[in-house]
């Protein structure tokens, strides 16, 4: 059995007389992230931070803790290029890195109070701007997407050993 459907069903699932890329999934969630993303990262910047400052307070927020590789893969940011934002952080007091008991040899990244005070006026604009995005679909259709979405990654796990960087 193909993992790819044959070119009949391509047909359907981007209509006749349409590009490819109308009608390809990986497109089209790449294109609304970014565009929906673009709109809140001006608040981002605002608030004085990069947009990967910004995914690692959001990543961080309501955990107990991220080890770095975790948060690589959760703050879409390739390990060595986050190291240096964790440590940056860190030196302005927004997170804390802290050993992990069971093995001294790996660190976990949290908030600090000051980064959770930050983090919390951010991630109520986002929740904003989200509602914003979403209330044209209405409440049932906005439930159903986000639940689509996260069974959508539920299903199709992150591969460690790729660059979170990385895109199709």
Known sequence: ???????????IATGSGERFIDGYLAYLLAQASSRISHEFHREVNEAGLSVTE????????????????SLSQLAL??????????????QEGLVSRTRVKADRRQ???VLTPKGLRLTEGLRERALQH??????????DNA????G??????????PD??????EEN
Request: glycine letters at 6%; a positive charge.
């Open 107 to 109: 660190t976990v990244v």
């Open 130 to 139: 989200q509602a914003a995005v979403l209330q044209p679909f209405g409440a």
């Open 143 to 146: 439930r159903m997407l986000l």
């Open 160 to 165: 460690l050993s790729a660059d979170p960087g």
């Open 54 to 69: 910004w995914r690692v307070l959001a990543s961080l927020s309501g955990s107990a803790g991220e080890s770095i590789g």
């Open 77 to 90: 940011t390739k390990q060595p290029t986050l190291s240096k934002v964790v440590q940056r952080m860190e």
């Open 148 to 157: 689509m979405l996260r069974e959508l990654l539920t299903l199709h796990p």
């Open 1 to 11: 059995m193909s993992l790819f459907p044959p070119p009949e069903a391509a047909a």
